[in-house]
């Protein structure tokens, strides 16, 4: 019995996928339904599929590194990713939008925000990054992985996840 679609926002790096696929396996196992939102670029392209979670992707990227072109498309680059992560949850229906940081929570976190579904995000590292920072505002809940990594009233401390296979790994070295 499926309880209700949740969205998953995480791409880019292991850090952000990974923690991410710990709570989208957990929700799995309770009987939600995961859609993930995610770049084809990033590591979430190969990780998300093996893990049978379906995958959605959106245009997006950094503007690490980019030129004074990449900077001045930015914000027609931006609206276009809003729009994409707009019509996802439309035809997923989500109760529930979980940010995981990256650049491409940026997008589905505004179009979670303009759709009216609660956004709830989860920052990792002990300084948050932009995305998450600017994010923070849009949230119904803050979640961090260190005690005051973020100073915002909706913020809760509750750690990082940790997926099932840690634990395994660590049962069977003692």
């Known amino acids: 019995m499926t309880l209700h679609t949740v ?11 990974f923690p991410a696929l710990a709570v989208a396996k957990k929700l799995q196992q309770a009987g939600h339904q995961i859609v993930w939102v995610g770049t084809e670029k990033g590591i979430e392209s190969r990780l ?6 379906p995958l959605k992707t959106i245009a997006v990227s950094g503007l ?7 900077w001045l498309s930015a914000p027609f680059r931006l609206l276009k990713a809003i729009q994409q992560a707009r019509k996802i949850i439309q035809t997923t229906s989500p109760r529930l939008v979980i940010g995981f940081g990256g650049f491409v929570s940026g997008p589905g976190g505004v179009a979670a925000w303009l759709s ?3 956004l709830i995000i989860h920052e ?3 300084i948050p990054g932009l995305t998450n920072r600017l994010l923070s505002y849009l949230a119904k ?3 961090t992985g260190f005690p005051n990594s973020i100073m915002h009233k909706k913020a809760i401390w509750v750690g990082n ?3 099932d296979t840690m634990y395994e ?6």
């Open 124 to 126: 990792q590292n002990a």
């Open 7 to 17: 969205m998953i926002m995480a791409g880019g790096t292991g850090g952000h996928v």
């Open 141 to 143: 809940r803050v979640l």
């Open 64 to 70: 690490r590194g980019k030129r004074l072109s990449g």
């Open 116 to 118: 009216s579904v609660p």
């Open 161 to 163: 996840p940790v997926r």
């Open 48 to 53: 998300v599929p093996e893990a049978a979670i």
């Open 169 to 174: 790994q660590h049962e069977q070295h003692e």
